[in-house]
């Protein structure tokens, strides 16, 4: 096992510099991490192309061609390496933007050289940019099948270094000569047998090299479900030894807190959602084992009075509850809600942030510690060490976005016995990803609106439309409502999207002059405290418009707006551009979403704008919203380093994710602690990837 822990440079044709490059733009550092470096497409070498029967949408082509002449063109960024090469049917012209020096030592001038790269037309020529090239000889031998080649992604440092594609391939082919008979078995033969996997030594040379397409795509399927599987037991083995680690503090009674407010304080009548998801809290917190659990519920759909009843719940058991959200303006309006349900006296809240003043903070750590304060809301500052609870039974973390599992941790230690753990989430996760970042957790959904709410209406206009719009804002304001007008402000076109925003507002003054309509405008530009103004004009309802950037907070509540109309709205993301949706269709009224966009539409900007008008459903958007770009982008997932699949893709892989899950769930039932022999492979895994996991960690 020794062999795959060995350093990079030592294998045959690496070498110490090729190691550095290979360790910094790959993150290559030993044998094992190498392996796992997997083609990401495979060619067909046996076939040449004539250069006249290339033509424009081509993908990547093969030609045999002879070099007639090459020269270095142009100035600073502009400056190119030009090369024309010539068969027997007609000319063809090869550039280079990087490594200039390099390449053009290389070339040698009447020689017949194999190009291999992806053809496009220039200015009416036909050219392919950043060609890998090779003298053309009759006796290379390439190892597996000619009409599969692996193509291994590169950057243009490592070709510098000759590790194009083909250079990886040279020394992936010595990297498997050594360490091919050390390759052992993870997976129990049962598991093997139950899927029609490959034996793992035959899946990696198979991926690497393979003998042909059938055997490629089984020796993919195997590689992807050993991937998952690893990730699903481990997510699984964590929360089995978690029951068994850590007790839950007991929530025997609902008692006259709980009752109270569901007969006399709630507001509205709870959705069948929300007393599903309040159910399997109460069993939850009955069991005697730490409660983790992830509400996933749309903007608006009540996830506020589910946390508060489940800290009622815990107050009536003699505990104090803490709720802790991502940003100041986010908590202060959680206090503030908490309060609006609640009396006076019926149980004591408090609110701590950065910005509470000493005198009051004094106060709120008193009592506190000495019990008399029941509920805590606030920012990250309930973490820090001053915050002492006198007996904390149940933290609700509204995480918008995702409190580290570090920052979790903190919370638990506040209490001998780890309080219960409610994460709430308005970010519709797709049930893929849930399963592979939150295996650990147990998931609630709340897919209904609270009764009384209308579904919002969302509809696309174009540019040439714009009056429409016009003419539905001044019905809309006309019944009193309020209007939000969104523009998108990226970093990378500030300047344009600036001005953009200011013809705008300009638009808009003509349209709705003064002293008949008032407009507040927010963008990143203005001082907090402005911001902050025009932000209570609006909340007040002394403006009827609201220009803004797409800074308005999440969770700003007006429930009077009854329209939100985004501009540019095939610049969005889709899950932005339903986070900005549920800004509106808070009060009773019927709201509206108008998107508009230009008259020329992208492929997937179309999609991401029907997907919109046809639902509203934040579940059914994220499928689609993973779909369009793969599960790296998917808000915080990529930082958090959970999810490094170096195959298996969640989009695609969803029935392989389903598979590798169930099996793990019928091991963890019949045997939770590995201690089957068929099972002592995995346990083995165990020992040799110790993951790095230690218990004060999870969470």
């Not at 496009?120 to 000889?137: C, W, Y």
């Not at 042909?212 to 481990?234: G, N, V, W």
């Not at 009827?544 to 950037?549: E, G």
Request: hydrophobic share 40%.
């Amino acid at each position: 096992m020794q062999i795959f822990n060995t350093p990079i440079e030592y294998l045959k044709g690496v070498g110490p510099q090729r190691a550095e490059v290979l360790k910094k733009e790959l993150g290559i550092f030993i044998y094992q991490d190498l392996l796992h470096y997997y083609p990401f497409r495979y060619i067909d070498k046996t076939r040449y192309y004539k250069i006249n029967e290339i033509y424009q949408d081509f993908p990547l082509v093969q030609i045999l061609v002879r070099l007639k002449s090459f020269e270095i063109i142009g100035e600073k960024q502009a400056k190119r390496l030009v090369a024309r090469v010539i068969d027997d049917t007609g000319e063809l012209e090869l550039v280079w933007f990087k490594g200039l020096r390099w390449v053009e030592r290389t070339l040698k001038l009447n020689q017949l050289y194999v190009v291999f790269g992806k053809p496009t037309f220039f200015n009416g020529k036909l050219q392919i940019a950043h060609p890998e090239m090779d003298l053309f000889s009759r006796d290379t031998k390439e190892r597996g099948n000619l009409s599969l080649q692996p193509v291994y992604s590169s950057t243009e440092k490592l070709k510098q270094f000759a590790l194009d594609s083909k250079g990886l391939q040279k020394i992936m082919s010595n990297l498997l000569d050594v360490i091919a008979i050390e390759i052992e078995e993870v997976l129990p033969q049962y598991i093997l047998n139950k899927y029609k996997l490959l034996p793992r030594k035959e899946a990696l040379m198979q991926i690497h090299f393979p003998a042909s397409t059938a055997i490629l795509s089984r020796s993919q399927a195997t590689l992807k479900f050993e991937e998952l599987f690893f990730i699903q037991l481990k997510l699984l083995k964590i929360k089995h030894l978690r029951s068994l680690k850590f007790k839950g503090s007991v929530f025997s009674i609902v008692g006259e807190k709980f009752n109270h407010f569901y007969e006399n304080l709630l507001p509205f009548q709870l959705t069948g959602a929300q007393k599903k998801v309040l159910r399997e809290i109460r069993i939850d917190t009955q069991k005697g084992i730490q409660m983790n659990r992830l509400v996933q519920g749309d903007v608006g759909s009540g996830k506020t009075v589910v946390a508060l009843m489940s800290m009622l719940l815990a107050i009536d058991n003699g505990f104090q509850a803490c709720m802790m959200a991502p940003t100041e303006i986010l908590a202060t309006q959680h206090y503030a809600s908490i309060r609006d349900m609640l009396q006076d006296d019926f149980v004591k809240v408090a609110l701590l942030t950065g910005s509470t003043k000493r005198k009051d903070r004094k106060k709120i750590l008193e009592d506190l510690e000495n019990g008399t304060l029941d509920i805590l809301v606030g920012t990250h500052a309930l973490i820090e060490d001053t915050v002492v609870f006198k007996h904390l039974g149940l933290a609700v973390i509204d995480e918008q976005h995702r409190f580290g599992v570090e920052q979790r941790a903190k919370l638990w230690r506040k209490n001998p016995i780890p309080p219960h753990v409610l994460v709430m989430t308005a970010t519709p996760i797709p049930r893929t990803l849930a399963m592979s970042l939150y295996g650990d957790l147990d998931v609630s959904v709340i897919n209904e609106l609270p009764a009384g709410r209308k579904p919002i209406q969302t509809i696309h206009l174009y540019e040439n439309q714009r009056l429409r719009m016009f003419g539905f804002m001044r019905r809309e304001i006309a019944k009193g409502r309020q209007v939000y007008v969104v523009y998108p402000l990226i970093q990378e076109s500030a300047k344009l999207d600036l001005k953009n925003l200011q013809d705008g507002i300009e638009v808009l003054s003509r349209e709705f002059p003064l002293p008949q309509y008032k407009i507040s405008i927010v963008h990143g530009q203005l001082k907090p405290e402005d911001k902050e103004f025009e932000m209570q004009r609006f909340i007040k309802g002394q403006t009827q418009i609201m220009v803004a950037t797409t800074v308005i907070e999440v969770g700003v509540n007006v429930p009077n707006a009854s329209v939100m109309i985004i501009e540019n709205a095939e610049r969005f993301g889709l899950s932005q551009l339903h986070q900005l949706r549920g800004r509106v269709g808070r009060g009773s009224e019927q709201s509206f979403c108008i998107l508009m966009s230009k008259d020329k539409l992208s492929k997937e900007g179309k999609v991401r704008l029907d997907t919109m008008v046809k639902t509203n459903d934040g579940f059914e958007i994220s499928e689609v919203d993973l779909q369009l770009r793969g599960p790296g982008d998917i808000e915080g997932t990529q930082q958090s380093g959970v999810l490094d699949l170096k195959l298996a893709d969640l989009t695609h892989d969803q029935n392989i994710l389903q598979e590798a899950r169930n099996t793990v769930l019928e091991i963890m039932e019949s045997d939770p602690e590995l201690e089957k022999p068929e099972h002592q492979m995995l346990r083995n895994y165990f020992k040799k990837h110790n993951t790095g996991i230690t218990f004060d960690k999870i969470s």
